[in-house]
């Protein structure tokens, strides 16, 4: 029997999510979770492999706004609950399906699609590059401190209820969302993303928690963990793990870290997912003791090459030609002259001879400013055809912080 690719036809959605649960785990999600996902999950946005009137295969898109260089967003199509049945691979599913969204997404006017990979070996060959790395942190509090910069002494923290915080926790988020690159602009109903609290995301610890910090009456960042007590024969050697922190300054952002690392009872703190040039880096004073991993974040593919590089601002004057190759979608295929500043850009096709040549894959890779042009040349992943182009291109593309994807999605 043959296998099509079509819209997803809403009467089947159960179907289709019991799929997406069987390919990534094979039993139910926690009932909080699932409610969630079942909230922000359009069904207008998903795909399905049909096989008869059996689902087979499952993708989708959230249309969730993601922060570029500059401060700016830009629509994007970030593709979740990608997964084919296990009766049912290599058939090409897989491909069927992402060559479906794409088109949609072109159709749509969307510039961008992003993932996250389970399997990271798979989407290079559909042009989708990694653009952000995720630091994880496992710090020895006991022997750690943490200093806190210069305006700290003002500072007050106090617990909070995650649902009474969760307004200003947001808007302290909301504040921060544009200085990287990476993040997405949460809708009002991903804004419980962070809200959620099921047993199985506190690694055996307590329910979620809350610091808010203030300067007067104003709320200025904010902490989210849980605590988990470990006693052994020598004492307590507890542990704490970070779900997220925000903050206004220096100050703030030490102090709330300085509390995580001082917590009674607590030898410990785990965070799974920072940046890869956070500043705690740079405040805490042993930072051999604290456990630093660097993985993969957040791939990056360009529907639309032309409307995508317009979309951001660039770290210095660029005016050059890039010859783009990209075989899933032809229609980026060609040469591009992208002319900007850190005011704005405009990207479109040009006849003139080309100055750098990358794949597409390549380019997703290093739009979002934290993957050098330079460094894919020195993997012979970027070719530079003129003279002192490439030293342009990789100054222009790169930011001053590293871009970052603060949840998965």
């Given amino acids: ?92 599913i897989l491909t069927s399906m992402l060559r479906s969204q794409l088109d949609a997404l072109r159709e749509e006017g969307v510039p961008l699609a992003v993932l996250t990979a389970s399997e990271p070996g798979i989407y290079g060959r559909y042009g989708f590059g990694l653009a952000t790395q995720q630091m994880s942190l496992e710090i020895d ?77 104003e709320v200025v960042g904010y902490v989210r963990f849980h605590t988990k007590p470990v006693w052994d024969a020598a004492g307590p050697k507890g542990v704490v793990t970070l779900r997220d922190i925000n903050a206004d300054s220096p100050a703030v952002y030490g102090a709330l870290w300085r509390f995580l690392c001082d917590i009674d009872l607590m030898s410990t703190v785990k965070a ?58 032809g229609w980026n295929a060609g040469r591009w002259r992208l002319s900007g500043d850190g005011k704005g850009a405009v990207c479109s096709g040009t006849a003139d001879r080309a100055d750098v040549a990358l794949s597409a894959r390549d380019l997703g890779a290093a739009f979002l400013g934290g993957v050098s042009l330079s460094a894919l040349a020195s993997a012979g992943r970027a070719r530079e055809l003129r003279e002192g182009a490439l030293t342009e291109a990789t100054a222009a593309f790169t930011t001053p912080l590293a871009p970052w994807l603060p949840h998965g999605f």
């Fill in 1 to 92: 029997m043959t296998v099509d690719v079509r819209a997803l036809d809403p009467a089947d959605f159960d179907q289709w999510y019991g799929v997406v649960e069987r390919v990534f785990g094979a039993t139910p999600e926690d009932p909080e979770l699932e409610e969630f996902w079942r909230t922000v999950i359009d069904p207008a946005r998903c795909l399905a492999a049909y096989e008869g009137s059996t689902v087979v295969g499952t993708t989708q898109t959230f249309a969730l706004p993601i922060s570029v260089p500059g401060g700016g967003f830009v629509p994007t199509g970030a593709v979740s609950a990608v997964g084919v049945a296990a009766t049912h691979r290599r058939r090409g």
């Fill in 141 to 217: 509090s006991s022997r750690v401190r943490v200093e806190v910069p210069e305006g700290g002494s003002d500072v007050t923290l106090r617990y909070a209820s995650l649902a009474e915080a969760a307004s200003v926790c947001e808007a302290v988020y909301g504040r921060a969302v544009g200085t990287r690159a990476g993040m997405f602009l949460r809708t009002p109903a991903w804004a419980g993303h962070p809200l959620l609290d099921p047993v199985g995301m506190r690694d055996g610890g307590s329910p979620a928690q809350c610091v808010l910090a203030s300067r007067g009456d």
């Fill in 272 to 329: 799974g997912n920072r940046p890869v040039d956070d500043p705690l880096l740079h405040l805490v004073s042993d930072v051999r003791r604290c456990g630093v991993r660097v993985r993969d974040g957040l791939y990056v593919r360009l529907v639309d090459v032309g409307t995508a590089l317009s979309s951001r601002s660039y770290s210095s004057p660029v005016d050059l030609v890039l010859d783009v190759s990209d075989s899933f979608c």
